[in-house]
């Protein structure tokens, strides 16, 4: 990026921090603009003041007459020193209200626009690098914030300061910008520096970060430490570090260079503004006290500047980060699930017409063109080898993802025209990774429903999927947190989580039951109470059960077979096993593996 690019973007970069304060408390912002304003003001004030003291002082007469006749403009300035510092506390104040509420506010919108995007956004990788850099810009809010108010503060002590060299001598305000331009240049200079280090290393900082989380979890300590893939990880992450690192590294001459340039032309210039002040005052063309004024106005010009160089290019490296944030929040919106108007109600009928689904940025549909008819009260197996696209056709039939190809309908209401979250309430959907949530079982039975319902009802839920007796040993019965390894509680085995899952989509009673291997990780009498509740219900809604249990297959009404995307076999289980196609093949391997 170029540095003409990387300046103008500084103004973008505060005016979009502005912006986003102002929309979480206008009244904090009113009070840093205000005070800041203020302290500027505390700063014309003092220097005035400092001027016309050093004019007494610097008078010729009796040094106890001087002093008392520079008291009061003495006093002045301590004055507006004063109100200036205290100025600058309150904007400190606000600044600390401020930065909460837009860090709790970006944080929010962040989850949300996750939870409403629509489910095929996460199946493309760029989705979630978008959502990594969001994640980072929401992290540095408050850094933002801090150099807003630094710059805004700095800008406005700077052109305090200019306008009383100004007033000084119109030539002391071109000395001083003078002065000033190699810092500025030098500031600008390492900031593209630090931008170009960042760039270069983002894709080892995505990669670095989303393995973190895997090496870290505590649903994955147990395999990473008996398998000992330790080692191995350990040094593929410290490799990820390593490249990160080099590059910053790499860097760090650069920097060198160009802080060194810059402090010695600034040396050079600030030197410079002594030879013309000198000039002045020399001939008699300036007043010796207005020179020394105009020395204290200097110094403050110059601190200011050094604030708004670092603080601009803070601003400008804490704003790409705020731009990954908006990049993300334009992206999910965009995403957002937004379908149609129409409600739909329990289906009777779902109908797939040669519908298919192609993941993005996939050469090929992962699914179809298939046409499938599910009908309420029945119970439908869906059977298929590892991905044969038995997960895929349930999100479509969920409308989860809306067919690439073809249609997917409710009793006629086509999905990708209905209101999903219409759809998504007549939905009990037991995925094959199950949320385990780190809540109540109470909350865990409930979750997705509104309302608080009576004991019974949970209790009979979690009688369906024989969950009751565990539940009743609890501590704290359908009220024990299960979050142990958060903040504690009591947790579950991994079955006794399916049981609660499916104990949870069925208390949901939906008119369409989804089960993606919901026994995998139960024991006997778990299985059979999922069967039996499965089977309890069937008349009232559709049923679909992806499993890889033949014996489970045999319990419903209807085997539909999935072999590479398409529908290769439909109809009852004691048919379809002797009609010697691909089901029938699926029977007899199970029955050689003994399963
Ligand atoms: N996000 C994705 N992007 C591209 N392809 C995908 C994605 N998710 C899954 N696939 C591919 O889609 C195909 C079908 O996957 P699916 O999960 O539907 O299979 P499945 O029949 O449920 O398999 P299994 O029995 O192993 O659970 C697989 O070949 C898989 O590689």
Redesign the pocket.
């Known amino acids: 990026m170029s540095l003409g690019r990387m300046l103008r973007r500084i103004p973008a970069a505060l005016a979009r921090t502005v912006r986003l304060a102002w929309s979480v408390d206008r009244w904090m912002v009113l009070a840093v603009l205000g005070c800041q304003l203020a302290a500027g003001a505390g700063t014309a004030v003092t220097l005035a003041a400092v001027a016309r003291s050093m004019e007494v002082l610097f008078g010729a007469g009796d040094p106890a007459r001087t002093v008392r006749e520079a008291a009061p403009a003495l006093l002045v300035a301590a004055a507006a020193t004063g109100a200036g510092a205290g100025a600058r506390l309150v904007a400190e104040w606000a600044t600390r209200r401020l930065n909460p509420k837009i860090a709790g506010a970006m944080e929010l919108a962040l989850v949300d626009l996750h939870m409403r995007a629509e489910p095929a956004a996460f ?1 493309d990788p760029g989705f979630t690098d978008r959502s990594r850099a969001a994640e980072t810009g929401v992290g540095r809010a408050m850094a933002l914030t801090e150099d807003a108010k630094a710059l805004t503060e700095g800008a406005v002590q700077l052109a305090v300061a200019a306008s009383v060299l100004t007033v000084l001598h119109p030539l002391l305000l071109a000395v001083l910008a003078l002065s000033v331009v190699p810092r500025a240049v030098g500031g600008a200079v390492a900031a593209r520096i630090d931008h170009q280090v960042f760039e270069a290393s983002t894709s080892a900082r995505t990669t670095r970060d989303v393995m973190r989380w895997f090496l870290t979890t505590p649903d994955l300590a147990d395999e990473l430490r008996a398998n000992t893939m330790r080692p191995y990880l350990y040094r593929w992450y410290q490799q990820m570090c390593e490249r990160v690192e080099g590059r910053a590294l790499a860097a760090a001459p650069r920097f060198l260079r160009v802080g060194a340039v810059a402090a010695v032309l600034g040396g050079v210039c600030t030197a410079g503004l002594w030879a013309p002040l000198a000039g002045l005052v020399l001939p008699g063309r300036m007043p010796a006290a207005t020179a020394g004024a105009a020395v204290v106005a200097a110094q403050g010009a110059g601190r200011a500047l050094g604030n708004l160089v670092r603080y601009g290019a803070a601003l400008f490296h804490d704003g790409l980060y705020l731009d990954g944030y908006h990049r993300f929040v334009a992206d999910a919106g965009a995403r957002r699930v937004r379908r149609g108007t129409r409600a739909v109600a329990a289906p009777r009928e779902i109908r797939l017409e040669a519908a298919g689904y192609t ?4 050469e090929r549909p ?2 179809g063109p298939l046409s499938l008819t599910l009908r309420r009260g029945e119970v439908v197996a869906l059977v ?10 349930v999100r479509l039939v969920t409308g989860l993802v809306t067919a690439t190809s073809g249609t997917v309908r409710w009793d006629g209401a086509d999905l990708a025209r209905a209101d999903a979250e219409s759809v998504w309430r007549q939905v009990g959907l037991v995925p ?1 990774n199950i949320g385990r949530w780190p809540l109540t079982v109470r909350e865990n039975l409930h979750l997705g429903q509104d309302g608080t319902p009576g004991d019974e009802a949970l209790w009979r839920a979690a009688r369906r999927v024989g969950m009751d007796e565990a539940a009743g040993r609890m501590p704290h019965g359908l009220d024990t947190l299960l979050a142990r390894a958060l903040w504690g509680g009591h947790e579950l085995s991994g079955g006794q989580w399916q049981r609660l899952a499916c104990g949870r989509a069925l208390h949901r009673a939906p008119g369409l039951l989804v089960l ?2 919901p026994t995998s990780a139960l024991d006997a009498t778990g299985e059979q109470h999922v069967l039996a509740a499965v089977r309890e219900g069937a008349r009232e809604r559709i049923t679909l059960m ?1 499993t ?1 249990r033949l014996d489970h297959a045999r319990l419903a009404d209807r085997v539909v077979v ?1 072999a590479g ?1 398409r529908v290769v076999e439909d109809g009852g289980f004691t048919e379809l096993a002797s009609a010697g196609g691909p089901f029938t093949r699926l029977c007899e391997e199970a029955a050689r593996v003994g399963r």
């Open positions: 199946d993941h993005p940025g996939a992962t699914l298929g080898g590892n991905g044969a696209g038995k997960s895929t056709l094959q993606d291997e992806v890889h999935l995307g």
